[in-house]
Protein backbone atom coordinates (compact mmCIF):
# COMPACT_ATOMS: atom_id res chain seq x y z
CA UNK A 1 0.00 0.00 0.00
CA UNK A 2 1.89 2.59 -1.44
CA UNK A 3 -0.35 6.24 -0.57
CA UNK A 4 -0.28 8.65 -2.49
CA UNK A 5 2.39 8.96 -4.95
CA UNK A 6 3.78 11.53 -7.20
CA UNK A 7 6.28 11.55 -10.16
CA UNK A 8 8.54 13.50 -10.95
CA UNK A 9 9.70 14.26 -7.23
CA UNK A 10 11.50 17.05 -9.39
CA UNK A 11 11.95 18.88 -12.87
CA UNK A 12 13.66 21.77 -14.40
CA UNK A 13 11.68 23.65 -17.01
CA UNK A 14 12.09 26.57 -19.18
CA UNK A 15 9.65 29.59 -19.70
CA UNK A 16 7.50 28.42 -21.75
CA UNK A 17 7.76 24.59 -21.83
CA UNK A 18 5.16 22.17 -20.79
CA UNK A 19 4.63 19.73 -18.68
CA UNK A 20 2.65 17.04 -16.79
CA UNK A 21 2.93 16.28 -13.12
CA UNK A 22 1.04 13.04 -12.12
CA UNK A 23 -0.59 11.84 -8.97
CA UNK A 24 -1.91 8.49 -8.09
CA UNK A 25 -3.48 6.83 -4.95
CA UNK A 26 -4.42 3.01 -3.81
CA UNK A 27 -6.52 3.81 -0.97
CA UNK A 28 -9.91 3.72 -3.43
CA UNK A 29 -10.66 7.34 -2.14
CA UNK A 30 -13.27 9.37 -3.53
CA UNK A 31 -11.29 12.84 -3.74
CA UNK A 32 -8.11 14.62 -5.12
CA UNK A 33 -6.29 17.33 -4.70
CA UNK A 34 -3.26 19.30 -6.03
CA UNK A 35 -1.73 22.08 -4.11
CA UNK A 36 1.59 24.34 -4.21
CA UNK A 37 4.17 25.53 -1.72
CA UNK A 38 6.09 28.34 -2.24
CA UNK A 39 8.66 29.03 0.35
CA UNK A 40 8.11 30.16 4.09
CA UNK A 41 4.26 29.44 3.05
CA UNK A 42 1.08 27.42 3.74
CA UNK A 43 0.06 25.30 0.93
CA UNK A 44 -2.42 26.72 -1.76
CA UNK A 45 -4.98 24.53 -3.53
CA UNK A 46 -4.66 24.80 -7.33
CA UNK A 47 -7.71 22.55 -8.38
CA UNK A 48 -9.52 19.48 -6.63
CA UNK A 49 -11.51 16.64 -7.87
CA UNK A 50 -14.85 15.94 -5.52
CA UNK A 51 -15.39 12.46 -6.98
CA UNK A 52 -14.17 11.13 -10.51
CA UNK A 53 -15.37 12.71 -13.23
CA UNK A 54 -15.17 16.26 -11.21
CA UNK A 55 -13.02 18.51 -11.62
CA UNK A 56 -12.84 22.86 -9.54
CA UNK A 57 -10.83 25.40 -9.20
CA UNK A 58 -9.24 26.33 -5.72
CA UNK A 59 -7.49 29.13 -4.73
CA UNK A 60 -4.73 29.33 -7.40
CA UNK A 61 -6.20 27.60 -10.78
CA UNK A 62 -4.96 30.55 -13.31
CA UNK A 63 -1.76 28.74 -15.41
CA UNK A 64 -2.65 25.32 -14.85
CA UNK A 65 -5.28 22.21 -15.77
CA UNK A 66 -6.54 19.19 -14.79
CA UNK A 67 -7.44 15.51 -15.57
CA UNK A 68 -8.87 12.99 -13.21
CA UNK A 69 -8.07 10.30 -15.36
CA UNK A 70 -9.29 7.56 -12.93
CA UNK A 71 -10.47 7.08 -9.83
CA UNK A 72 -6.79 6.51 -8.39
CA UNK A 73 -4.99 9.43 -10.44
CA UNK A 74 -5.65 12.73 -11.36
CA UNK A 75 -3.02 15.34 -13.36
CA UNK A 76 -1.79 18.51 -13.20
CA UNK A 77 -0.76 20.05 -16.49
CA UNK A 78 1.40 23.12 -16.61
CA UNK A 79 0.93 24.33 -20.65
CA UNK A 80 3.29 27.09 -20.66
CA UNK A 81 5.38 27.57 -17.57
CA UNK A 82 5.95 30.45 -15.87
CA UNK A 83 9.04 31.61 -13.42
CA UNK A 84 6.12 32.22 -10.78
CA UNK A 85 5.30 28.61 -10.77
CA UNK A 86 8.69 28.08 -9.27
CA UNK A 87 7.08 25.71 -6.08
CA UNK A 88 6.60 22.13 -4.33
CA UNK A 89 3.61 20.59 -5.70
CA UNK A 90 1.69 18.48 -3.35
CA UNK A 91 -1.11 15.97 -4.29
CA UNK A 92 -3.61 14.94 -1.75
CA UNK A 93 -6.38 12.45 -1.55
CA UNK A 94 -9.57 12.23 0.82
CA UNK A 95 -12.67 9.80 1.45
CA UNK A 96 -14.90 12.49 0.47
CA UNK A 97 -15.37 16.44 -0.71
CA UNK A 98 -17.14 19.22 -2.06
CA UNK A 99 -19.55 21.44 -0.87
CA UNK A 100 -21.90 20.10 2.38
CA UNK A 101 -19.58 16.85 2.57
CA UNK A 102 -17.89 16.25 5.46
CA UNK A 103 -13.82 16.28 4.39
CA UNK A 104 -12.01 13.26 5.72
CA UNK A 105 -8.74 13.62 6.72
CA UNK A 106 -5.90 13.94 3.61
CA UNK A 107 -3.07 11.70 3.11
CA UNK A 108 -0.34 13.92 1.26
CA UNK A 109 2.28 12.57 -1.59
CA UNK A 110 5.82 13.38 -1.07
CA UNK A 111 5.71 16.12 -3.42
CA UNK A 112 7.11 17.38 -6.86
CA UNK A 113 10.05 20.22 -6.77
CA UNK A 114 9.67 22.77 -10.06
CA UNK A 115 11.68 25.25 -10.56
CA UNK A 116 11.39 27.32 -13.68
CA UNK A 117 14.20 29.35 -15.64
CA UNK B 1 -8.50 33.13 3.48
CA UNK B 2 -7.85 30.90 6.10
CA UNK B 3 -10.35 31.26 8.79
CA UNK B 4 -8.14 30.54 12.07
CA UNK B 5 -4.95 32.74 14.08
CA UNK B 6 -2.12 30.67 15.31
CA UNK B 7 1.31 31.89 16.44
CA UNK B 8 3.70 32.11 13.85
CA UNK B 9 6.69 30.13 16.39
CA UNK B 10 6.72 28.14 19.74
CA UNK B 11 9.58 26.62 21.31
CA UNK B 12 8.83 23.53 23.69
CA UNK B 13 11.67 21.31 25.65
CA UNK B 14 11.70 17.57 24.93
CA UNK B 15 9.77 15.44 27.39
CA UNK B 16 7.17 18.47 28.29
CA UNK B 17 4.10 18.92 26.74
CA UNK B 18 3.82 21.41 23.55
CA UNK B 19 0.09 22.73 23.46
CA UNK B 20 -0.37 24.38 20.66
CA UNK B 21 -3.12 26.77 20.37
CA UNK B 22 -5.19 28.38 17.61
CA UNK B 23 -8.24 30.57 17.23
CA UNK B 24 -11.12 30.43 14.98
CA UNK B 25 -13.76 32.97 16.40
CA UNK B 26 -15.59 32.64 13.00
CA UNK B 27 -16.49 29.10 13.09
CA UNK B 28 -20.00 27.91 12.16
CA UNK B 29 -21.85 25.38 14.00
CA UNK B 30 -20.95 22.76 12.33
CA UNK B 31 -17.55 23.42 10.87
CA UNK B 32 -14.68 20.75 12.20
CA UNK B 33 -11.56 22.13 13.31
CA UNK B 34 -8.22 19.58 11.67
CA UNK B 35 -5.08 19.70 13.01
CA UNK B 36 -2.05 18.55 10.37
CA UNK B 37 1.73 19.18 10.70
CA UNK B 38 4.49 19.31 7.83
CA UNK B 39 8.31 17.70 8.79
CA UNK B 40 10.58 19.84 6.48
CA UNK B 41 10.55 18.90 2.72
CA UNK B 42 7.47 16.43 3.49
CA UNK B 43 4.14 16.82 2.23
CA UNK B 44 1.29 17.41 5.53
CA UNK B 45 0.25 14.39 7.65
CA UNK B 46 -2.78 14.43 9.37
CA UNK B 47 -2.91 14.73 13.30
CA UNK B 48 -6.71 15.22 14.59
CA UNK B 49 -10.14 16.73 14.22
CA UNK B 50 -13.10 17.45 16.05
CA UNK B 51 -16.63 19.16 16.15
CA UNK B 52 -17.05 19.44 19.82
CA UNK B 53 -15.31 17.46 22.80
CA UNK B 54 -12.11 17.18 23.24
CA UNK B 55 -10.64 14.17 21.02
CA UNK B 56 -7.34 11.87 21.74
CA UNK B 57 -5.62 9.25 19.52
CA UNK B 58 -2.39 7.99 19.59
CA UNK B 59 -0.21 11.13 18.52
CA UNK B 60 -2.25 13.98 20.18
CA UNK B 61 -5.54 15.63 22.08
CA UNK B 62 -7.32 18.42 21.18
CA UNK B 63 -9.11 20.55 23.43
CA UNK B 64 -12.23 23.24 21.80
CA UNK B 65 -13.47 25.55 23.87
CA UNK B 66 -17.27 25.16 24.59
CA UNK B 67 -18.13 28.15 22.39
CA UNK B 68 -15.75 26.47 19.53
CA UNK B 69 -13.54 30.05 18.92
CA UNK B 70 -10.70 28.42 19.78
CA UNK B 71 -8.91 25.20 20.04
CA UNK B 72 -5.58 23.87 21.59
CA UNK B 73 -3.78 20.88 20.21
CA UNK B 74 -1.31 19.02 22.91
CA UNK B 75 1.28 16.87 22.36
CA UNK B 76 2.07 15.21 25.69
CA UNK B 77 5.42 14.37 25.24
CA UNK B 78 7.31 16.64 22.56
CA UNK B 79 10.74 14.77 21.44
CA UNK B 80 12.72 16.21 18.62
CA UNK B 81 10.69 14.46 15.69
CA UNK B 82 7.76 16.50 16.62
CA UNK B 83 9.75 19.51 15.26
CA UNK B 84 7.50 20.49 12.12
CA UNK B 85 5.11 22.93 11.39
CA UNK B 86 1.44 22.62 12.68
CA UNK B 87 -1.26 23.77 10.83
CA UNK B 88 -5.12 24.63 12.04
CA UNK B 89 -7.61 24.30 10.15
CA UNK B 90 -10.95 24.83 10.24
CA UNK B 91 -12.98 22.86 7.31
CA UNK B 92 -14.37 24.89 4.74
CA UNK B 93 -15.95 24.00 1.19
CA UNK B 94 -12.01 22.88 0.79
CA UNK B 95 -9.16 22.51 3.41
CA UNK B 96 -7.35 26.12 2.96
CA UNK B 97 -3.64 25.50 4.88
CA UNK B 98 -2.83 28.87 6.61
CA UNK B 99 0.95 29.64 7.68
CA UNK B 100 0.74 27.39 10.90
CA UNK B 101 2.71 27.58 14.11
CA UNK B 102 6.74 26.41 13.77
CA UNK B 103 7.42 24.79 16.67
CA UNK B 104 10.79 23.67 17.63
CA UNK B 105 11.63 20.88 20.11
CA UNK B 106 14.60 21.94 22.58
CA UNK B 107 17.03 19.48 23.64
Known amino acids: NAGVTQTPKFQVLKTGQSMTLQCAQDMNHNSMYWYRQDPGMGLRLIYY???????DKGEVPNGYNVSRLNKREFSLRLESAAPSQTSVYFC????????????????FGPGTRLTVT | DAKTTQPPSMDCAEGRAANLPCNHSTISGNEYVYWYRQIHSQGPQYIIH???NNETNEMASLIITEDRKSSTLILPHATLRDTAVYYC????????FGKGTRLHILP
Open chain 2, 89 to 96: IVRDDKII
Open chain 1, 49 to 55: SASEGTT
Open chain 1, 92 to 107: ASSELAGPGSFIYEQY
Open chain 2, 50 to 52: GLK
